[in-house]
């Protein structure tokens, strides 16, 4: 496969923390991790599995300590720093609590924060704002001057996000991105999530511990586990993969499980089943099978 | 943008490093008092002959517990501007106030003189000496020790009235939460490096763009600081925390060895003011 195939590439990765160190720890060994263009892909493990360190590499804040990272046919290394801020502008990370990020007093002025540092135009970073704004659910004129303090925790998360999206980047990284909201906000980010990457045919690589929104919103997973990969494929192909869920206990969704535990009892289903329509019309099939 | 994200890999003060040397097994309240003695010494030392032997003292100490020298060394790092800049200032403007000794050079009120240059080169290694010593004593023994060590070592003054419990516990709290800190400043600065932050690009005479372009480091860490504070009153109200009345879960016993490494320290320090 040719280079440009990719706009995320990551081939061969180790990372140890705090090297040179009593400290020193390896959080990546020889991880590989692809996403095509336009594609929506997420990272599962649990805590320790490198996940965190894995995505700080995609946007050179970590750079490889050995392996390849190529992000939008850019080479990420010590050596061609100079392609840093380019990358930053065009590979946005969202990380865990980003609420606490926030450091302006108003709304506006620190979602403009972003473009204003890279220079853009006054009138563009208004645009951009707005814009900004209006996707994720904060309305331009009667939120900008509200003061970041007296939002809530739904609306802080909503800020950061419209301040990453006002850099109008096209690889979209989020670490964890519903972690600590109530369900209403929890959705409400998901859809917007969703129409990143449907709609506007952005990048979208995300961590999570949710299956119910790896099967929501990915095309594709990586698992990883220890600092490796252990396995990826498609939605479907690890749903299907009963064995890989147990070993890693992963958590599936519900519509996952019920259509496990009727394998399991002997009932005949297609295992690579997800999703809630999907696993309604095999229940249904089912029901009238017992029926007839 | 020649930036590094690791704060906490710089800062060896606070740090606990587990171990089973002769000085971490140290008696807490013994080796704190050793310690104080020590740096107490070095204070007072004038002459190059002890600072030199303060500085052994110390590389020995670091040897005895089994610290990497060059970790030990790397917390010195982000000290060396400070310790360049006070030099630099002692050496031109200090000249006159120790003006025993040979006057080497003299412009308006820049006097360099022999007690100028012995003061810069003394109190540089004093600064030294101090902060190794520091590093040890932390890197070797766990907040709690410490606390409880210092407790024990002060208590007479609570018959003055002195609120020992309350000072040894904000000096505990002050010191477990530099690592924390360190992190917690280390993912804001990732966070904003992430929206277009880049730190350290505007030169240093722009004195006011440069200031305000920490203002997004600065700002969160301080949030984050003050919400912390808040969960831990919160956490300790809950657990019942009264600052009077305390037992503690473990007793101190001091077996001959502590006394005796003691004796070595006041041996030793005695020595150092004395060369």
Known sequence: MSLSEFAVQVEQLSHTYMKGTPFQQEALHDVYFHAKPGECVAIIGHTGSGKSTLIQHLNGLLLPQTGQVNVLGLELSESNRCALPEIRRQVVVLFQQPEDQLFEKYVADDIAYGPLQYGLPKKEVIQRVKHAMDFVGLPFETMRNRPIYALSGGQKRKVALAGLLALDPQVIVLDEPTAGLDPTSRQELLYKIKRLSRDEGRTIIFVTHSMEEVSLLADREYVLAGGSNVADGTTREIFANRELIHRYRIGTPQSVELVHTLIVNGYDMNSSTFGVEETVAEVRKLLRQEVG | ?275
Request: proline share 4%.
């Open chain 2, 1 to 275: 943008m020649a930036e590094a994200f690791d704060s906490a890999r710089h800062i060896t003060i606070g740090q606990y490093m587990p171990g089973r040397s002769l000085i971490h097994q140290w008696d807490s309240r013994y080796k704190l008092a050793a310690f104080t003695l020590y740096i107490g010494a070095v204070a007072f030392c004038q002459s190059y002959a002890g600072n030199i032997a303060g500085l052994a003292i110390c590389l020995f100490t670091v040897f005895l517990a089994r610290i990497p020298l060059g970790y030990a060394l790397k917390g010195l790092k982000p000290a060396l501007p400070f310790l360049l800049i006070l030099a630099l200032l002692q050496l031109l403007f200090n000249g006159k106030v120790y003006a025993n000794g040979q006057v080497y050079w003299q412009y308006g009120f820049v006097w360099l003189t022999e007690g100028g240059v012995r003061l810069v080169i003394v109190s540089t290694m004093r600064f030294v000496d101090m902060m190794l010593f520091v590093s040890v004593l932390t890197l070797t023994t766990t907040t709690t020790q410490l606390a409880r060590a210092m407790h024990s070592l002060l208590r007479p003054l609570e018959k003055m009235k002195v609120p020992v419990h309350a000072f040894c516990m904000m000096i505990t709290i002050a010191l477990r939460f530099v690592p924390t800190f360190a992190l917690e400043m280390d993912k804001i600065r990732k966070a904003q490096a992430a929206r277009g932050a880049s730190f350290g690009t505007i030169p240093w005479w722009r004195i006011i763009k440069r200031t305000q372009s920490v203002f997004p480091l600065i700002i969160p860490l301080f949030q984050l600081a003050l919400q912390r504070a808040e969960q831990l009153i919160e956490a300790m109200e809950s657990r019942g925390y009264r600052s009077h009345g305390r037992t503690s879960f473990r007793s101190f016993e001091a077996r001959t060895a502590d006394v005796m490494l003691l004796f070595v320290a006041i041996g030793a320090s005695y020595l150092l003011i004395w060369l």
